[in-house]
Each structure stands twice: as structure tokens, then as C-alpha cells.
């Protein structure tokens, strides 16, 4: 017990995991933003012209 | 399209918490692995990411099961939003598994059948929206995608027990009653079930919201559809 290693230094692995977790999660998270934003002000346009149309 | 409701801006708020709270029980409340070292505390988020990957695949064969009895569109929404959230999980699993690999296998990846059979299931679930993306009539592409989703669903238990049927260097966590399942001190146990549950709840966050996007995606093709007419 009195010689036991100490844990090798492995902190940068860690590092690079947890920051790889969190950067693919923000970007499925704007990813998802961008979407919505875009369908939202297609689906204005497509409102706008639906009303401008007069009905067939 | 309606706005959010209270409810899901809640569950929006307390997935952003969990996974603060899950975060720091890994990071700090758990203690460091006395062979490992730090990187061991990737593990807490590889195997949470893993359960709702998993989840998620099985959510969509669950749900192209029930389009492909009901024929309701709503259910290929639910199944596309299921594997399309559990892509997203699973990547991360795979990325962090090879990270943790690297200092203690001393490899970035090895063709362990684990490691293959979860790298066939994320290539299969890309598949999926390539095959999306092939149809353009709506109820012909809910009908080949339910399809397969069915098919291929069998992949995840597959990867699941792919550590259990097999020779395989990965180490076996939950319910192997053996004596190479991975030591965990109480503390540990608290990091990883905590985030389990964390992951769980933004899973169900992300998939309520992406719901609601496939829901006004739906909406907008309706009526470019009717523009054209």
C-alpha cells in the first residue's frame, strides 16, 4: 500500500472528451435553432402568399 | 404553429441543470480511478450517452411499428425524431469511448465487437436519413423508413450484448455479475446513475422539441405542396 503509483496523468484525455461532448451538443443545438428559424419565416411567407392568392 | 408550452420551457430548464449537476458529480464529486487516472471520469457521460442512444433507436422501431399500423404521419415524426437525437448521443459515445481508449488500451480503436457493432448501428441509423432524403412522397418514405427501422432495430440489442456473447476487451458495467465488471466506489455510483437520469430527461427535453419541429417542417411542406397546386 505504502508504494502504490500515483494515477497516471491522463487530465488531457478527459479534457478533450468532455469538450468534444459539449461542442457536438451545442451544435445540434443550433442546429435545431437555425431550423426552427427558418421554417418559421417559411412558413410566414408561405401564410402571406396563401392569403394574397385569391382562392381557386 | 402554437408556442411552447410551459411545461416543455420547464423540462428545457431543468435539462440545462441536470446536466450542469451531472457535470460537476463527474467531474469533482467522483473520485479520481486509482489506475485510470482522470480520464475514467469520460465514462460517466460514454455510458449515459450510450443508454439514450439506445433508447432512442429502439423508441423509432417502436414507433415505425405503430405508423405502420395506424398509418398516421405523426409516428414517422416521432421515429425520425428518435433516431435523429440518438445519432447525435451515440456519435459522442463512440468519440468518447476511442478517447478513453487511447491511454488505456494505448489505440485509438480496435475492432473489438462492441466497438464494431456500435459503429455498424451509427452507420446504419445515417443510412436511415439518406434513405429519407432518396423519397420524396411523404407516406412512401414513412412506409420505407418504419420499414426499416424494423429491420435494423435488432442491431441495438445486438451492440448491447455484444460484450456479453463475445470475446471483448470492453469492460462489462451493468448486470454482468462477473468479475471484470468496472469497480465503482459509492461516490462513483451516485456520478453514474445521476447521470443516467440527466440523460434520460434531456433526452425526453430534445424529443419533445424535435417533435415540434418535425410537426411545423410538416406544416411548411403542406402548404408549399398547396402553393404549387
Known amino acids: 500500500m505504502f508504494f502504490q503509483e500515483p494515477p497516471p496523468d491522463t487530465s488531457s484525455y478527459m479534457i478533450a472528451g468532455y469538450a468534444v461532448a459539449f461542442t457536438v451538443m451545442a451544435i445540434y443545438?443550433?442546429?435545431y435553432v437555425i431550423r426552427?428559424?427558418?421554417?418559421?419565416?417559411?412558413?410566414?411567407?408561405?401564410?402571406?402568399?396563401?392569403?394574397?392568392?385569391?382562392?381557386? | 404553429m402554437s408556442s411552447k408550452s410551459v411545461v416543455l420551457r420547464i423540462l428545457d430548464v431543468v435539462a440545462i441543470l441536470l446536466l450542469a449537476a451531472s457535470t460537476y458529480l463527474a467531474l469533482f464529486f467522483a473520485p479520481t480511478e486509482a489506475q485510470m487516472g482522470q480520464v475514467q471520469r469520460v465514462f460517466y457521460f460514454h455510458v449515459a450517452t450510450?443508454?439514450?442512444?439506445?433508447?432512442?433507436?429502439?423508441?423509432?422501431?417502436?414507433?415505425?411499428?405503430?405508423?405502420?399500423?395506424?398509418?398516421?404521419?405523426?409516428?414517422?415524426?416521432?421515429?425520425?425524431?428518435?433516431?435523429?437525437?440518438?445519432?447525435?448521443?451515440f456519435f459522442i459515445t463512440i468519440v468518447l469511448g476511442s478517447i478513453w481508449a487511447r491511454p488505456i488500451w494505448n489505440t485509438w480503436w480496435t475492432w473489438d465487437p462492441r466497438l464494431t457493432t456500435a459503429a455498424i448501428t451509427?452507420?446504419?441509423y445515417i443510412a436511415y436519413f439518406m434513405l429519407r432524403q432518396a423519397v420524396d412522397d411523404p407516406e412512401r418514405r414513412a412506409r420505407f423508413s418504419a420499414v426499416y427501422a424494423l429491420l435494423f432495430g435488432p442491431s441495438v440489442p445486438l451492440?448491447?450484448?455484444?460484450i456479453r456473447m463475445y470475446r471483448t476487451i470492453h469492460p462489462v458495467v451493468v448486470g454482468s455479475g462477473q468479475a471484470d465488471t468496472l469497480p465503482l466506489t459509492a461516490e462513483m455510483k451516485i456520478a453514474f446513475f445521476f447521470a443516467l437520469f440527466a440523460f434520460t430527461v434531456i433526452?425526453?427535453?430534445l424529443f419533445?422539441?424535435?417533435?415540434?419541429?418535425?410537426?411545423?417542417?410538416?406544416?411548411?411542406?403542406?402548404?408549399?405542396?398547396?402553393a404549387s397546386d
Open chain 2, 122 to 124: 451509427e452507420l446504419i
Open chain 2, 208 to 226: 419533445w422539441n424535435r417533435i415540434r419541429l418535425g410537426r411545423l417542417q410538416q406544416q411548411v411542406e403542406q402548404l408549399r405542396l398547396s
Open chain 1, 29 to 31: 443545438i443550433l442546429s
Open chain 2, 50 to 89: 450510450a443508454w439514450v442512444g439506445m433508447l432512442g433507436f429502439m423508441a423509432a422501431t417502436l414507433a415505425g411499428v405503430i405508423y405502420l399500423i395506424t398509418k398516421n404521419l405523426k409516428w414517422d415524426t416521432v421515429a425520425m425524431s428518435a433516431v435523429e437525437i440518438s445519432l447525435v448521443f
Open chain 2, 203 to 205: 433526452f425526453v427535453d
Open chain 2, 159 to 162: 451492440t448491447f450484448y455484444a
Open chain 1, 36 to 56: 426552427w428559424r427558418n421554417l418559421t419565416r417559411d412558413l410566414e411567407v408561405l401564410d402571406r402568399l396563401r392569403k394574397k392568392t385569391p382562392a381557386r
